[in-house]
């Protein structure tokens, strides 16, 4: 989920007012449920999920030993997104209380109840937006840092051509790590943070030659790299 659990307290104080309470039927609430998928459904991010796996958390069923359970009228898959290790989705469901009330559980948080229909199609299209924006801005982002990147590359190829040595790269989100092969067994390593990049480029030359003197002089340097580089890592000086 993209969205912190505040923002979507935000997003539901901000639509569901809770003020006049809609008070239904397991019927009505089924004829709602259908007239609010008819209204999202069309929604670029909006998808129907009628095979809920999360149905369980609102119908437990009931015994003298446990309160009614709510009805799921239905549920929405608003957001869904994976990385190499998890899956991580974000649903809306609409439920109906033993009490009649309507409610709405958007990401595990719940909102007041629900006085008209329409509240909740708002709330779609409020957390649709937001979802929106926040990839525009990480697209933006990433563009900036892309461009980052270059700049720095560029001027490395430069200074490893002009001054004969063979490097690597790792780029994160916040820094570019430059290593520089000393020989077979020895590197080292510069870490340019994005955010300081500008500065940090003009004295870059001037950090690696002092460094390269020094190492040619017989002293050695102990780095806390995780991993060693093989050949193939590296990028020659001869091939710039």
């Given at each position: 989920m993209s969205i912190t659990s505040r923002s979507l307290q935000k997003l539901l104080r901000d639509n569901i007012s809770g003020e006049k309470p809609l008070s239904v039927d397991l019927?009505?609430?089924?004829?709602?449920?259908?007239?609010l998928l008819a209204r999202v459904e069309p929604l670029a991010g909006a998808k129907r999920n009628d095979n809920c796996h999360h149905y369980h958390r609102f119908?437990?069923?009931?015994?003298?030993?446990?309160?009614p359970a709510n009805d799921l009228c239905c549920c929405i898959l608003l957001e869904e997104s994976s990385d190499r290790w998890y899956r991580n989705e974000t649903h809306l469901h609409l439920l109906r209380s033993p009490d009649r009330q309507l409610w709405v559980d958007l990401g595990y948080e719940r909102s007041a109840p629900v006085s008209d229909i329409g509240e909740v199609v708002a709330l779609v299209q409020a957390f649709l937006q937001r979802v929106d924006r926040q990839k525009a801005q990480a697209a933006k982002r990433q563009k900036q840092k892309d461009l980052k990147v270059q700049a720095i590359l560029a001027q490395v190829?430069?200074?490893a051509k002009e001054d004969?040595?063979?490097?690597a790269t790792e780029v994160d989100s916040?820094?570019?790590?430059?290593?520089?092969?000393l020989s077979d067994?020895?590197?080292?390593?510069?870490?340019?943070p994005f955010n300081q990049f500008k500065e940090v480029?003009?004295?870059?030359?001037?950090?690696?030659?002092?460094?390269?003197?020094?190492?040619n002089t017989g002293v050695r340097f102990k780095t806390n790299l995780k991993r060693g580089?093989?050949?193939?890592d590296w990028i020659r000086h001869q091939d710039l």
């Open positions: 019927e009505q609430a089924r004829e709602l449920a259908e007239e119908r437990g069923g009931s015994s003298a030993d446990q309160p190829r430069k200074i004969r040595f063979d490097f916040i820094k570019l790590k430059l290593i520089i092969r067994q020895d590197y080292f390593a510069i870490l340019i480029l003009p004295k870059l030359r001037t950090a690696i030659q002092a460094l390269r003197e020094t190492y580089y093989r050949r193939s």
